[in-house]
């Protein structure tokens, strides 16, 4: 996941991922010409990576922007990847109704994304999962010890923005 909190750590933390992972391109908070600008940098470097490249919004907008896919609640996107977020059994539900392929569930554990949001454990975790109908991806204070540990409870991977920048 990419943010604006990330700021010059971006490129170091997109140049570490390994061949196949994937980037969702955030950063809503920029003008929309620099926003633009911003992912067509990402995308450059996501191209010669092989990396996966999802952008935050409509379907449109990833098609306009020749994203690999979408991210967000909507339903539809064609031959786009959908990513979608979930923080409880009915997001859950319906982000698998409106055909994402891959579902981020947070947040397993605190983080400054989501400032005072509670945290859903590896419990409460674990028991989406047994309910989830599409893959899920970990998300919400990731780092790879916790990542092994969501994967033995069988999440399909994890996601981070903290977790993947040196403190």
């Known amino acids: 996941m990419t943010d604006e909190r990330l700021g010059d750590a971006l490129f170091p933390a997109i140049t570490a991922l390994p061949r196949g992972a994937g980037i969702v391109f955030r950063h809503y908070t920029l003008a929309a010409g620099e926003r633009r600008a911003l992912f067509e940098r990402v995308r450059r470097i996501a191209r010669r990576?092989?990396?996966?490249?999802?952008?935050?919004?409509?379907?449109?907008?990833?098609?306009?922007?020749?994203?690999d896919g979408f991210h967000g609640r909507e339903r539809g996107g064609g031959n786009l990847i959908h990513t979608a977020p979930a923080h409880n059994a009915a997001e859950l539900a319906r982000a698998a109704r409106n055909g994402a392929d891959l579902i981020f569930v947070s947040p397993v554990h605190a983080t400054r994304s989501h400032p005072g949001a509670?945290?859903?454990?590896?419990?409460?975790?674990?028991?989406?999962?047994?309910?989830?109908?599409r893959p899920v991806i970990a998300l919400g204070g990731m780092d790879p010890r916790r990542a092994r540990a969501t994967k033995r409870l069988g999440a399909y991977g994890w996601g981070a923005i903290d977790g993947l920048t040196p403190r």
Do not use: E, T
Request: without cysteine; charged residues 15%.
């Open 118 to 133: 509670a945290a859903l454990g590896p419990a409460r975790f674990a028991a989406l999962l047994r309910r989830a109908a």
């Open 49 to 67: 990576k092989g990396l996966v490249l999802v952008l935050a919004g409509p379907p449109s907008l990833a098609r306009a922007w020749r994203a």
